[in-house]
């Protein structure tokens, strides 16, 4: 069955550094995008970009570029979310969540809670 | 970039009763090439991951139980839930995938009366 399996909760002092992961398994992995999606604690959904899983092309939404990167490895069929100099506002459950371009998010990872707290 | 207003942003409700939700987008989602609404519905119960209910509007995804309807195109959609159950309390999203940025709305959260 498909299945998108994110890394555990996170605990981070500002301005370290966080990598989070999404194994994919029960389908091709190349032959859907895996996107990105903030929640912050009480708040709504918020797409942060997507990254093409076969020539790992990423695309940043606006409020999330600079200190976020989307990486592959693809071998494993791990998609990668890493956020640089973290701030009290990363505060929030990311989910990865796979789709074509310009189509709907089927399936979704279980979501990491990151904490950024000194 | 599109902007999905949803409303009311909650809701009380009584077991079997049948409710509608309303989301509202800035630019139509209707695409002429093929004349399909790029609309999708999510469920997110508390401590859970959203759960696609319907896409292209009205279609409803597999296993969704067919109460859950969808209507609606180019800025206009609802949800429209029928007899509504004690397991569908829950935050629902609407989204586009017009075009990048996806956004959503801020969500109708469905509350015990």
Known sequence: QIQLVQSGPELKKPGESVKISCKASGYTFTDYAMNWVKQAPGKGLKWMGWINTDTGKPTYAEDFKGRFVFSLEASASIANLQISNLKNEDTATYFCTRAKLYDHFDYWGQGVMVTVSS | DIVMTQSPSSLAVSAGETVTLNCKSSQSLLYSGNQKN?????????????KLLLYWASTRQS???????????????????????????????????????????????LELK
């Not at chain 2, 790029?38 to 959203?50: D, E, H, V």
């Not at chain 2, 296993?63 to 180019?74: C, E, H, L, Q, T």
């Open chain 2, 38 to 50: 790029y609309l999708a519905w999510y469920q997110q119960k508390p401590g859970q991951s959203p």
């Open chain 2, 63 to 109: 296993g969704v139980p067919d109460r859950f309807i969808g209507s609606g195109s180019a800025t206009d959609f609802t949800l429209t839930i029928s007899s509504v159950q004690a397991e569908d309390l829950a935050i629902y999203y609407c989204q586009h995938y017009y075009d990048t940025p996806y956004t959503f709305g801020a969500g109708t959260k």
